[in-house]
């Protein structure tokens, strides 16, 4: 059971944390030979039974249960068991014909044909439909949409641009065929759209429950928030908010009703987990913290699958604002992180290797590249590029290079103007692990001559910091965030000019250029596609509007009552198979 985060600007995710931290004995190397995709038990299995799944947090859950609304990475496993992709990935990472719909791709006449399987049903019972799909469509670009889910890779439908504009009252390129076919015209064709990415939404909500409310009707309704009405193998029972969410089975699952009874889903602090799973408290933990592996690798009651995953962490930097009257992102040359040399040598001052080794355990590597190495295909290396290593003599160098230098001789740089200068870090609260990384940064930023400073005095809610990110707050220089990119590498998603999750607020020439060839079937050829996410990850370090931190493994704690479970691409442990062999989670010994 492997939550994918469904790529393209119509379901990227969010996840503004890091889980940081550990000792230094095993390289990422070791940790990757060591970690099994799949495990399996033999023991007799019991009839039914509750999943206790811990959903590691240091912030409250929203409790935004619907896969078109929600933003950051927590409320997304709560509703991975409420609603489910309507396409199947497969190791390549494209769509298969094991989903609940499959498609094909007409290059010719620019078409995408969904068809859904006979017979499908909403958790309510009622029909599950191209109408509903179509209605997910229209929510998304409707003039009231405030979500992050538009912008210019759902333009790509013919006539949704009319539709956001409130120009025509529905979208022309969406044609129904029947009530289990959709026709999906579109102006350009590329690849990645049968990676679930671009303009084609792996996401889909009933039209039934929601039809008539407004944007803001939707975000505070209890059918997003308590009475939800999903796809997946189970349905939501009671929310404790900010806690927990308690699941039972969906008599209507396309794939069969799940053997066992329901999920509890609880939100568990990373201080807290190891005592939990040691005690027995829960079944499943992904995401472990590293800072506490040698606390928790050699537990009897537990087995551990693990990955190197589609994200990275990142620095990144305000270098504008977003333009509400245009829908684009707007570069001020005027703002404090302008200047490339000092964005550059904030990259360069800090020891991102060191935290690798001394403090990530080996499950996170130092990141050269906005490109996760998950995608193997497109992505540079450090020997193509090396990215940014510690060299604090070049970010000296970089610094003067651009009138940074110390007029005060109290050892910290003033601007070119000789001007005090003071840089503001929005970064989110975390572990013991990850403050003490976020020291390290700001130490190493002073030694070579640059004085930052935690927005607020300290690091705060992550709830806090997404708000502030997802309104384009003015009030801060730099911030820390991550990406979980799904199975389609375009990261005009995230940096594109009218890109809602474009936080740097990046918007180039050069950039878009590379991004509408990389939007286009210019990429059908695999050369050229490979030419061009190369060219953009050179740019991307060169510009250094971003400087990744790291691409981290994804290791998930099992209890040793879970039958059988899978994380291996394309193979995944469907939810209405997993089994039990005993009443509660087993102790440790």
Same mark, same amino acid.
């Given at each position: 059971?492997?939550?994918?985060?469904?790529?393209?600007?119509?379901?990227?995710?969010?996840?503004?944390?890091?889980?940081?931290?550990?000792?230094?004995?095993?390289?990422?190397?070791?940790?990757?030979?060591?970690?099994?995709?799949?495990?399996?038990?033999?023991?007799?299995?019991?009839?039914?039974?509750?999943?206790?799944?811990?959903?590691?947090?240091?912030?409250?859950?929203?409790?935004?249960?619907?896969?078109?609304?929600?933003?950051?990475?927590?409320?997304?496993?709560?509703?991975?068991?409420?609603?489910?992709?309507?396409?199947?990935?497969?190791?390549?990472?494209?769509?298969?014909?094991?989903?609940?719909?499959?498609?094909?791709?007409?290059?010719?006449?620019?078409?995408?044909?969904?068809?859904?399987?006979?017979?499908?049903?909403?958790?309510?019972?009622?029909?599950?439909?191209?109408?509903?799909?179509?209605?997910?469509?229209?929510?998304?670009?409707?003039?009231?949409?405030?979500?992050?889910?538009?912008?210019?890779?759902? =333009?790509?439908? /013919? &006539?949704?641009? +009319? $539709?956001?504009?409130?120009?025509?009252?529905?979208? #022309?390129?969406?044609?129904? @065929?029947?009530?289990?076919?959709?026709?999906?015209?579109?102006?350009?064709?590329?690849?990645?759209?049968?990676?679930?990415?671009?303009?084609?939404?792996?996401?889909?909500?009933?039209?039934?429950?929601?039809?008539?409310?407004?944007?803001?009707?939707?975000?505070?309704?209890?059918?997003?928030? =308590?009475?939800? /009405? &999903?796809?997946? +193998? $189970?349905?939501?029972?009671?929310?404790?908010?900010? #806690?927990?969410?308690?699941? @039972?089975?969906?008599?209507?699952?396309?794939?069969?009703?799940?053997?066992?009874?329901?999920?509890?889903?609880?939100?568990?602090?990373?201080?807290?987990?190891?005592?939990?799973?040691?005690?027995?408290?829960?079944?499943?933990?992904?995401?472990?913290?590293?800072?506490?592996?040698?606390?928790?690798?050699?537990?009897?009651?537990?087995?551990?699958?693990?990955?190197?995953?589609?994200?990275?962490?990142?620095?990144?930097?305000?270098?504008?604002?977003?333009?509400?009257?245009?829908?684009?992102?707007?570069?001020?040359?005027?703002?404090?992180?302008?200047?490339?040399?000092?964005?550059?040598?904030?990259?360069?001052?800090?020891?991102?290797?060191?935290?690798?080794?001394?403090?990530?355990?080996?499950?996170?590597?130092?990141?050269?590249?906005?490109?996760?190495?998950?995608?193997?295909?497109?992505?540079?290396?450090?020997?193509?590029?090396?990215?940014?290593?510690?060299?604090?003599?070049?970010?000296?160098?970089?610094?003067?290079?651009?009138?940074?230098?110390?007029?005060?001789?109290?050892?910290?740089?003033?601007?070119?103007?000789?001007?005090?200068?003071?840089?503001?870090?929005?970064?989110?609260?975390?572990?013991?692990?990850?403050?003490?990384?976020?020291?390290?940064?700001?130490?190493?930023?002073?030694?070579?001559?640059?004085?930052?400073?935690?927005?607020?005095?300290?690091?705060?809610?992550?709830?806090?910091?997404?708000?502030?990110?997802?309104?384009?707050?003015?009030?801060?220089?730099?911030?820390?965030?991550?990406?979980?990119?799904?199975?389609?590498?375009?990261?005009?998603?995230?940096?594109?000019?009218?890109?809602?999750?474009?936080?740097?607020?990046?918007?180039?020439?050069?950039?878009?250029?590379?991004?509408?060839?990389?939007?286009?079937?210019?990429?059908?050829?695999?050369?050229?596609?490979?030419?061009?996410?190369?060219?953009?990850?050179?740019?991307?370090?060169?510009?250094?509007?971003?400087?990744?931190?790291?691409?981290?493994?994804?290791?998930?704690?099992?209890?040793?009552?879970?039958?059988?479970?899978?994380?291996?691409?394309?193979?995944?442990?469907?939810?209405?198979?997993?089994?039990?062999?005993?009443?509660?989670?087993?102790?440790?010994?």
């Amino acid at each position: 059971m492997n939550k994918k985060l469904f790529t393209g600007l119509l379901s990227v995710t969010a996840a503004l944390t890091l889980a940081a931290c550990g000792s230094h004995s095993n390289t990422a190397e070791e940790v990757e030979q060591n970690f099994p995709e799949t495990i399996t038990h033999e023991e007799p299995v019991i009839e039914g039974g509750t999943l206790k799944v811990a959903v590691l947090s240091q912030s409250p859950l929203q409790g935004l249960l619907n896969p078109i609304l929600y933003t950051d990475s927590t409320d997304s496993t709560m509703i991975d068991y409420a609603f489910e992709s309507i396409f199947h990935f497969g190791e390549d990472l494209n769509m298969d014909d094991k989903g609940m719909a499959t498609h094909e791709l007409d290059r010719d006449n620019k078409v995408f044909t969904i068809k859904f399987k006979d017979g499908l049903k909403w958790s309510d019972g009622e029909p599950l439909t191209v109408d509903d799909y179509i209605y997910t469509y229209e929510v998304i670009g409707r003039p009231d949409y405030k979500g992050v889910r538009y912008g210019e890779d759902a =333009e790509n439908i /013919v &006539g949704m641009t +009319a $539709f956001h504009n409130g120009e025509a009252d529905s979208i #022309e390129g969406l044609e129904k @065929v029947d009530d289990q076919t959709l026709k999906i015209h579109l102006l350009d064709v590329y690849p990645a759209l049968e990676a679930g990415g671009g303009a084609i939404n792996s996401s889909i909500i009933p039209k039934h429950v929601y039809e008539g409310m407004t944007y803001d009707e939707m975000i505070t309704s209890d059918k997003t928030r =308590e009475h939800v /009405v &999903g796809n997946g +193998a $189970f349905m939501v029972e009671k929310v404790i908010p900010g #806690e927990t969410v308690t699941y @039972v089975r969906n008599p209507y699952y396309w794939k069969g009703v799940a053997k066992l009874d329901g999920v509890i889903a609880s939100i568990v602090s990373p201080e807290q987990i190891v005592a939990e799973m040691k005690a027995g408290s829960f079944d499943i933990a992904t995401d472990m913290p590293a800072s506490q592996y040698e606390t928790y690798k050699d537990l009897s009651n537990i087995d551990f699958v693990g990955m190197l995953m589609n994200d990275y962490s990142y620095i990144g930097f305000n270098l504008g604002h977003y333009d509400q009257e245009t829908g684009e992102h707007v570069m001020d040359p005027d703002k404090k992180m302008a200047n490339k040399n000092l964005r550059q040598a904030i990259g360069y001052a800090i020891n991102n290797e060191e935290v690798a080794k001394e403090v990530l355990h080996g499950l996170s590597i130092p990141a050269n590249s906005a490109i996760p190495p998950f995608f193997k295909e497109v992505h540079l290396n450090k020997d193509e590029l090396p990215g940014y290593s510690y060299n604090p003599e070049k970010a000296k160098e970089l610094l003067a290079d651009a009138g940074y230098v110390d007029v005060t001789g109290d050892g910290i740089v003033e601007d070119p103007n000789g001007e005090e200068l003071t840089i503001t870090l929005l970064t989110p609260a975390g572990s013991d692990a990850s403050e003490a990384i976020v020291q390290d940064y700001i130490q190493k930023w002073n030694e070579v001559g640059l004085n930052v400073v935690y927005f607020g005095g300290r690091s705060i809610d992550f709830n806090t910091v997404s708000d502030k990110l997802q309104s384009f707050a003015q009030d801060f220089d730099m911030f820390t965030g991550g990406w979980g990119v799904g199975y389609n590498p375009d990261p005009s998603g995230l940096y594109g000019p009218s890109a809602m999750f474009n936080f740097t607020h990046i918007n180039t020439p050069e950039q878009t250029e590379i991004f509408d060839r990389i939007g286009s079937n210019e990429t059908f050829d695999k050369d050229v596609k490979k030419d061009l996410f190369a060219q953009w990850q050179k740019y991307a370090n060169e510009e250094a509007f971003i400087i990744p931190r790291f691409n981290n493994y994804s290791l998930t704690a099992v209890n040793k009552r879970v039958k059988n479970y899978s994380i291996k691409l394309g193979e995944e442990t469907s939810q209405n198979e997993i089994e039990l062999t005993a009443e509660e989670p087993i102790a440790a010994e």
